[in-house]
């Protein structure tokens, strides 16, 4: 049986060739994406929002009913809540928004905690009530700093490692196509609204992750085809490079948008602005790798001389002493 090759062997397409306007969309896209950030801002969750946090506990079940849980919550009008097992299987943690306005009325928040707990205990009677208390805007301000900090933390301990690697050029490459990928991913939660909570947060790290593996792929290919093709035109070279990686990205990608997509269209609403983000990280991810790190080593003057090792002078005088320079 033969195997079904998705990307044929004698593929040869000029990526390259439209380098430049791709350059100028994507920029443009990267401007736009932060624009909407800063004037439509984050639909920010209770992680980083704030609000009430109910911690209760179903003494006659051994596992907390979580999907029942998040339906019965969710109708209350309080937006999506948050809603995770705590320590014991049929303990939950239950998170929701607070409406405006709440913080400047005393006892608002614990009216609001209490209405979810008597809703609860009607549908589920012998829950016991652990905690009942507010999450100040200042601790989810802590959260989004935090969160921040880990977001570029990840990208630039990623781009000295291929700094360190390859060459710096290489590490300037990838840190502009990471920072090309979280920037989409953001802007499209700020133009779409989508709760941005410390979920999403994990799919932009694993965004982050997916985009280096496919780049470093490709930035290993282009380091043994400088090595091998010393006369090449660098844009021919690493037009030969994506090309002989194409299969594999291909495939790749193919693999994960299999399990993304039915997760995206029929899976519970609490995974859908996670599937979403992974979703689109994988599109721009792909392209970014292409369109984006390759390209910019031209800019960057990469050249075939880039991985020889340099004559030192030792060397130079070893060379003199055998009559070859």
Do not use: C
Not at 182 to 200: D, K, W
Request: hydrophobic content about 50%; overall charge neutral.
């Amino acid at each position: 049986m033969r195997l079904i090759k998705l990307v044929p062997d004698n593929t040869n397409i000029k990526f390259l060739k439209w380098r430049a306007p791709f350059y100028v969309v994507s920029l443009l896209l990267i401007a736009t994406s932060w624009g909407l950030v800063l004037t439509k801002g984050l639909n920010f969750g209770v992680d980083f929002a704030g609000g009430q946090e109910i911690r209760v506990t179903f003494t006659q079940d051994a596992e907390a009913p979580i999907g029942q849980l998040r339906e019965l919550v969710g109708a209350l009008g309080y937006g999506e809540p948050v809603i995770q097992r705590f320590g014991e299987p049929n303990a939950v943690s239950i998170r929701v928004r607070l409406p405006e306005g709440t913080e400047n009325q005393p006892g608002a928040a614990t009216r609001i905690g209490n209405q979810v707990i008597d809703t609860i205990g009607a549908e589920f009677p012998g829950v016991r009530r652990d905690a009942n208390e507010t999450v100040s805007g200042k601790v989810a301000a802590e959260f989004r700093t935090t969160a921040a900090y880990a977001l570029l933390a990840a990208m630039l301990a990623i781009s000295v490692y291929i700094w360190v690697r390859f060459e710096w050029q290489f590490g300037v490459g990838a840190l502009f196509a990471l920072f090309h990928d979280v920037s989409l991913t953001l802007g499209m939660f700020a133009l779409l609204q989508l709760e941005f909570s410390l979920q999403i947060v994990a799919a932009v790290l694993a965004i982050i992750g997916y985009s280096l593996n496919d780049t470093i792929v490709i930035y290993d290919r282009i380091r043994e085809n400088l090595k091998k093709y010393r006369r090449m035109p660098l844009s021919e070279l690493l037009d030969l490079s994506v090309n002989e990686t194409l299969a594999r990205t291909v495939m790749t990608s193919l693999t994960l948008l299999v399990a993304l997509v039915p997760l995206l269209l029929v899976g519970p609403a609490s995974l859908f602005g996670l599937t979403a983000a992974i979703t689109l990280g994988i599109f721009v991810g792909t392209y970014s790798t292409v369109y984006m790190a390759a390209p910019i080593l031209i800019w960057l003057g990469v050249d075939s001389n880039s991985f020889v090792p340099r004559e030192t002078a030792a060397d130079l005088q070893d060379r003199k002493a055998r009559g070859e320079a």
